[in-house]
T-cell receptor, first 111, second 111 residues
Framework: DSGVTQTPKHLITATGQRVTLRCSPRSGDLSVYWYQQSLDQGLQFLIQYYNGEERAKGNILERFSAQQFPDLHSELNLSSLELGDSALYFC??????????FGPGTRLTVL | TQLLEQSPQFLSIQEGENLTVYCNSS?????LQWYRQEPGEGPVLLVT?????EVKKLKRLTFQFGDARKDSSLHITAAQPGDTGLYLCAGDPGGYQKVTFGTGTKLQVIP
């Protein structure tokens, strides 16, 4: 158990819908990262937050947005969903160093 | 943008064999991490290497950071079926630059 929690574990929705994925970092970690992993693919970095502020941005679509709240939990919002958005979405957290601890992921299926 | 190439991309071996996975870049990293990911689960941190030339051992796994801190290798001795998974390296350039994940090596150990 990494100490990072993600909810929900599974999410099934239809094209055009909007969903919110939630992540709680390890106690004391200020950084939260979001990644997308499609079937048999590597990790695609989406976005990083540090203590509530956006720190780095990767290949995140304009239909996707995220935020980190004062209690340090983070949410990833995915809107106007397309079939190709079906993937595993991982959250990771770290104190300040590069060593990231990953959550169990949310499996999103868009039908 | 730093790129981390891993080789081989796929590896299928018999139980008891030895193997080496490589992680190469043209960029210098402050530190490098290795993760193992099982299907449907989040990556699990195996090790962090920081110093050029550093060697770390984790039971049957030996990790080495290149002298110039641009590359790393993971050697597994007497592979077991439990070693099956996706192995990912991740390089941290330092400062506020984001961590880059490698392309991944999918290992299958056949009993």
């Amino acid at each position: 158990d990494s100490g990072v929690t993600q909810t929900p574990k599974h999410l099934i929705t239809a094209t055009g819908q909007r969903v919110t994925l939630r992540c709680s970092p390890r106690s004391g970690d200020l950084s939260v990262y979001w990644y997308q992993q499609s079937l048999d693919q590597g990790l695609q970095f989406l976005i990083q937050y540090y203590n509530g502020e956006e720190r780095a941005k990767g290949n995140i679509l304009e239909r996707f947005s995220a935020q980190q709240f004062p209690d340090l939990h983070s949410e990833l919002n995915l809107s106007s969903l397309e079939l190709g958005d079906s993937a595993l979405y991982f959250c990771a957290s770290s104190v300040a160093s590069a060593t990231q601890y990953f959550g169990p992921g949310t499996r999103l299926t868009v039908l | 943008t730093q790129l981390l190439e891993q080789s081989p991309q796929f590896l299928s071996i018999q139980e008891g064999e030895n193997l080496t996975v490589y992680c190469n870049s043209s960029s210098v990293f402050s530190s490098l991490q290795w993760y193992r990911q099982e299907p449907g689960e989040g990556p699990v941190l195996l090790v962090t290497v920081v110093t050029g030339g550093e060697v770390k051992k984790l039971k049957r796994l030996t990790f080495q950071f290149g002298d110039a801190r641009k590359d790393s290798s993971l050697h597994i001795t007497a592979a077991q079926p439990g070693d099956t998974g996706l192995y990912l390296c991740a390089g941290d350039p330092g400062g506020y630059q984001k961590v880059t994940f490698g392309t991944g090596t999918k290992l299958q150990v056949i009993p």
